[in-house]
């Protein structure tokens, strides 16, 4: 069965994460995604954090899944003829380089849309393409900053805290593979490519739009609350059995028969009914006395136990899962979420999968690409390069 985006061709001159992450995302949906690198060295998350030299790092194998990768020298005249020509082969082109670079090569998208009028042009920067900020270059925390997250995260007095997600860079690749799917579907009515343009800060402010919206009625900066909820919804961490820097839970009660629910778990029925805690507004004022209650209970259990007791009583309620534990969750593999793949140097290899699941065409996911791996195949099949062909632009230094 075809993939649901079996046939649309991607150029993927994406680095890092930001651009990465929505290249991953249409591969693993489906798209033909050819990866188009320098000559030897490759793209930099090749080697970037690796503690094997010469040997693909596990940052590019987690964001460069279910591709291609081909070589091209974009320095060299006769690598950018190349591209030209590649150009009119494929529907989308995707980059997230520093402003202005591929203008300074020739291929900015002005030029490209004369070649292929139905490209759909996507570009990945920190600050979008113009306003103030434009040229500033960016990273994942940057974005974070700038784009809010900090001044949310952390507790009451502390600094701005850096969340751990990466929802500057991955965030903004899912935030790209959304506007990329959209003009594809209305390049489909209209037969024209246009471009697309992603900001990595704005992508964060989007992600903080609930967060923030106290300023609406306050007029001031919303404070950093730490994990406690304020609005007097039971709503925060609990320490569980045996007491490790994970073994906590978060639980949530937005209803009274909710709260109901966990006192009845607990063993405290009675609880529900303290004037204390049986409405909300009085409630804030006893918070702690309530938190110890709660924690008397989860701390003489494992935080599976407690997500599991919750869970089956109608209380949201999530265990703190380490990195190691993800990668080992039950539910998640058993959801095909956690994957192992084999990769051509480093063997058998776990990761997460695609997360979102189509019906009809089901995500498989393949290990990231060696450098060049595919240049004799991507070349034959989109511009017709023979073997000898490839081994002679090899020799001048274009592949």
């Not at 849309?113 to 900020?133: A, D, Q, S, V, W």
């Not at 507790?155 to 965030?171: A, E, N, R």
């Not at 999968?353 to 450098?371: I, K, N």
Request: proline share 6%; net charge neutral.
């Amino acid at each position: 069965m075809d993939k649901a985006l079996a046939g649309v061709k991607v150029l993927d001159l994406t680095q890092f994460e930001a651009g990465t992450s929505c290249t991953e995302m249409l591969a693993w949906l489906g798209a033909n995604v050819i990866k188009v690198e320098q000559p030897k060295m490759g793209e930099q998350g090749r080697w970037l954090l690796t503690e094997k030299p010469g040997v693909d790092s596990h940052y590019f194998m987690l964001l460069n899944a279910n591709k291609r990768s081909i070589t091209l020298n974009l320095k060299s005249e006769r690598g950018k003829e190349i591209f030209r020509e590649l150009i009119k082969k494929v529907d989308i082109l995707a980059e997230n380089y520093s402003l202005g670079t591929l203008e300074s090569l020739g291929l900015g998208f002005d030029r490209l849309r004369e070649l292929n009028p139905r490209l759909i042009y996507l570009t990945i920067k920190g600050f979008g393409t113009h306003g103030p900020y434009s040229k500033y270059k960016s990273f994942d925390m940057i974005a974070q900053a700038a784009g809010g997250a900090m001044a949310l995260t952390g507790f009451p007095g502390s600094p701005p805290l850096k969340p751990g997600p990466t929802i500057g860079d991955t965030g903004t690749g899912i935030h790209a593979a959304c506007g990329v799917l959209a003009a594809y579907i209305q390049r489909e009515r209209t037969g024209k490519g246009q471009k697309v343009e992603v900001a990595m800060q704005e992508a964060v402010f989007n992600f903080v739009r609930v967060p923030m919206m106290g300023t609406y009625i306050t007029h001031e900066p919303t404070p950093r609350a730490g994990n406690r909820l304020a609005s007097g919804a039971i709503g925060d961490i609990y320490k569980c059995a045996p007491g490790g820097p994970n073994d906590y839970v978060y639980m949530l009660c937005t209803t009274p028969e909710m709260f109901e629910a966990l006192c009845r778990t607990i063993g405290r029925p009675e609880v529900f009914e303290d004037p204390r805690f049986r409405d909300r507004r009085e409630r804030i004022k006893y918070i702690e006395d309530l938190t110890r209650i709660i924690e008397e209970w989860t701390a003489q259990r494992s935080k599976h136990d407690v997500m599991r007791l919750m869970g089956e009583a109608g209380v949201p309620c999530g265990a703190v899962l380490d990195s190691v534990e993800l990668l080992n969750d039950p539910h998640m593999r058993e959801r095909g979420m956690v994957v192992t793949v084999d990769h051509p140097a480093r063997g058998k290899f776990t990761m997460p999968g695609c997360p979102v699941r189509l019906e009809d065409s089901p995500a498989e996911v393949t290990a990231a690409p060696l450098l060049g791996q595919h240049n004799s195949e991507v070349y034959a099949e989109l511009l017709g390069y023979s073997a000898g062909d490839l081994a002679e632009l090899k020799e001048q230094g274009i592949l």
